[in-house]
């Protein structure tokens, strides 16, 4: 794997100092069975927290408290014994929940996908009371359910104090207020998308803080965009743009993601869109910071991805579709993905020839441009399919949103064409739909772009507004109103329900209404 | 309570600093139901631990480490990810267990009377790979079970080192070596008699390093009498008796127990035989170390628990046997105490008489012989029963083993007569037996003292010789052979397999073999 130690020491010195706040639990809650409620699991207050202290608990017993709002920290457990003198430990089970169905449902029977070892419970065995507890590890939650496990006949156990340590490297303090006139809807939807990307905001963009808690290039590129409006750390974005391209795979390609611990590495997950990123995103830093140094020092590596890509092209200039390769561009299973990495690659090749002319490199611009007419004229001749009226993927060529939102945002057609293309595309609502925010992100921008802006806007609310209507305090990484136990990893238990690439609709407010 | 700092202090300075050492795994096992084994268990060696390192283990995939004997302290495992990079924690669940039936058997069905809590066991949840991690609890444990919980479909792990590092304050260096003519099976017994004192050997001399793991007084008074003929660790003793001397219950008693952290504090708990204990281990003390400071210190103590004990007695000089106090003398569950308390009392009044004879208390000296008189003629009197021809204890004239022994060693008749009774109690059997190893180390005793040398080798063969044959590597707390599944607790995996109070057979070779 090509490292470039330059570059991973100059990500080191940007870690941000993480803002520590102190957070109380808000109140006691249960939480029941309720066919209205958003997956069928109602968070009921039942009491102040004020009570907490005076009350003893023994074993199997447990009571859950609601912190108010999602936090991403550290817990801390005072417990002092009552009764007699503690003559056994004290064993606890705590499990922290983003959503009520994390503390409603049992982990234990838990048959998704993804590992187990993501949802967030913790069995600890305390030898010596009274204590304090600050848990090693961090948590995104909002409710934590305590279960005395054991203690003795002798004793039972006292919380004085329970408290979270919350850590974020966004800055509330900077952000600029929103106009007066804007709704009350949008307003909401704006807070609650600068708290999602606050509490994904780490020591890099992280995509979710409970699940996959790093840097995902695809979640990074909507990040940025919405930081840059909102809590302006151009140093983040740097920092993670310099670990993508210090630590590149073997065949020079930026990874999907990385980790930061214990030291710097790249993940080996290769997907076709997510490198491509590296370029759309160095040239949205660059638009938003004018950071020449950055840029000149990243430009090799985004250069590298264009050439990497267009080798993927066919001789009549379309990617070519193999089992061999993965993109991702959606959650959508059944979705071909020719059409729409055909539409990445040209919208970044054409966020490439700005880089290029920026830097004055006009042998590149050249290249670039010869890519952007050959794949553009490949995607015109070969996969717009003149009988559909739709652009097609695949060799059954399939007709999806995701690869007619692409193709607009890549600006293959003019204007016109694609807002006909995208009112096409809600009139006859081909089968293969979107799945995630991030594609809804997607089609919004789409709209916007092509000039169908109260489109856009009635998609915002018809998405994002029904995840607030549905009790959201951050967005979610999955949400279709129509299945809203929706689940790509087999089980809603494991989704992350504060997501970075959901975080968008303060993108959209701030930048467009 | 009352608390005397000066003594709480003194005892805080005789805190010893543990000796440490390394120690390895020995072999793989697999534990197997074998209705052969003790239990039904049995752990048979599947392989050495060099090829540990080479194998990769992913989810629900288990291994189990015998680390070749009976070991107390901190637990260390090197981890690494074998695959691709970890994309998601690692869970492990560790089961800690002294004897094969903690391997076998789950703790999740425990149903017994003790807290579930003292069941080692834990849940841990790794974010970081490769790792070392250092676990903070102590355990006891011969084998240990490590199994994967979750990693991800992405990587496996392998565990590059996982040891030990013991803790004790017995130096074995000092121990002084048996004569060769000594018989093997009595070596082996003295060398898991120590074994078994080692392990206890703490900050304090713990009943046991698994449970309960603290100072009680009962375990004590044996432990400092192999301590004299063994480890030597005078210093130790003295430290238990200054904590125990410095916090008294409220009534002045001392408590049973007591516990070292947060900061020292005895337990609620007060028994009878073993407030009065403090007055024999006292003299034990002065006579192994000659310590007279100590004596002058904590005379008052002991002399307070005489007068305390002796508010118990009728106006026949028979201690009050009512619902309302404690005594323990023994777990069997039918047992009466009266008896047992009876002899305790003389047999601790003679002792508190030496030390006050020591101390040229003549007052004390005389106060105490009339009690000596007032208890033991009340014993002749209104507690043996010439028609039976042993002791009885209680309303319904209860003849148990545990009575006569105390009587005995009480020496409330002549040698003579008390091995004629000793020869009575074998030939005729009463129903009440001894049901831990604590008793039979009194039956032993007893029968050393009446003369009867050969029968103690006898039973000390039979019962401790029982446990090696069953495979001990310490002496356990309760031990039937009759019923190996025994336990007090209403489990046999809550019993501790490594006890203070069964460490006696090397204080029995080493002082009469």
Redesign the interface.
């Known amino acids: 794997m090509g490292r470039i130690q330059r570059f991973v020491d100059k990500a080191d010195q940007l870690t941000p100092t993480l803002i520590q706040s102190t957070v109380y639990p808000k109140q006691m809650i249960e939480v029941i069975q309720d066919s209205e409620a958003f997956q069928g699991w109602n968070a009921r207050g039942i009491g102040s927290v004020d009570t907490l202290q005076q009350q003893a608990f023994g074993?199997d017993e447990s009571f859950i408290l609601d912190f108010g709002d999602h936090q991403v920290g550290y817990l801390t457990l005072s417990i002092k014994p009552v009764g007699?003198?503690p003559?056994?430990?004290?064993?606890l089970k705590l499990i922290f929940g983003e959503m009520p169905c994390e503390i409603g449902e049992s982990f234990d029977d838990y048959e998704g996908?993804?590992?187990?070892?993501?949802l967030q419970d913790?069995?600890i065995?305390i030898?010596?009371?009274?204590?304090e507890i600050k848990l090693p590890?961090r948590y995104s939650f909002r409710y934590l359910k305590v279960t005395v496990?054991?203690?003795?006949?002798k004793y039972k156990v006292a919380f004085e104090d329970i408290h979270c340590t919350t850590v974020t490297s966004g800055d509330l303090s900077i952000i600029p207020s929103l106009p007066e006139t804007l709704t009350d809807d949008l307003k909401v939807m704006d807070r609650i998308g600068i708290k999602t990307l606050q509490d994904c905001m780490q020591t890099v963009f992280e995509d979710g803080p409970k699940r996959?808690?790093?840097l995902w290039i695809g979640d990074l590129r909507l990040q940025a965009q919405a930081n840059y409006l909102t809590f302006q750390n151009y140093d983040l974005v740097k920092r993670c743009l310099y670990l993508f391209g210090g630590m590149t795979l073997e065949g020079g390609e930026v990874g999907a993601c990385l980790?930061e611990?214990?030291e710097p590495?790249?993940?080996?997950t290769l997907l076709y869109d997510y490198s491509l990123f590296f370029v759309a995103t160095l040239c949205d830093y660059y638009m938003a910071s004018r950071d020449r140094e950055t840029l000149i020092d990243l430009w090799p590596i985004a250069m590298d991805q264009i050439k990497i890509a267009v080798r993927r092209l066919d001789d009549r200039g379309i990617v070519k579709d193999d089992p061999s390769w993965w993109c991702f561009t959606d959650w959508q299973p059944e979705l071909n993905k020719q059409g729409s990495a055909q539409a990445i690659l040209i919208y970044c090749l054409k966020r490439g020839l700005i880089l290029a002319e920026e830097l004055s490199l006009a042998d590149s611009a050249v290249l670039i441009t010869e890519y952007i007419s050959l794949s553009t004229e490949g995607a015109l001749k070969h996969l717009w399919c003149e009988e559909k009226g739709f652009f097609v993927s695949g060799s059954e060529e399939q007709v999806s949103w995701a690869t007619q939102i692409w193709m607009v945002l890549a600006e293959v057609r003019d204007a016109k064409a694609n807002a006909n293309l995208l009112e096409k595309l809600f009139n006859e609502n081909p089968d293969i739909g979107l799945s995630t925010p991030y594609s809804y992100h997607h089609l919004i921008e789409a709209l916007i772009q092509s000039g169908l802006r109260d489109k856009a806007l009635e998609q915002l609310r018809a998405y994002w507004g029904e995840m607030v209507k549905d009790g959201a305090d951050c967005f979610w990484e999955l949400y279709n109103p129509m299945d809203k136990r929706l689940s790509p990893y087999g089980s809603n238990l494991i989704n992350s329900y504060c997501h970075a690439w959901s975080c968008t609709p303060t993108y959209f407010i701030r930048k467009y209404y």
């Open positions: 074993k007699s003198p003559d056994a430990p004290l064993r996908w993804l590992s187990r070892s993501w913790e069995i065995n030898d010596i009371l009274p204590c590890r496990v054991a203690t003795s006949v996959d808690r790093r980790f611990k214990p590495h790249v993940d080996d």
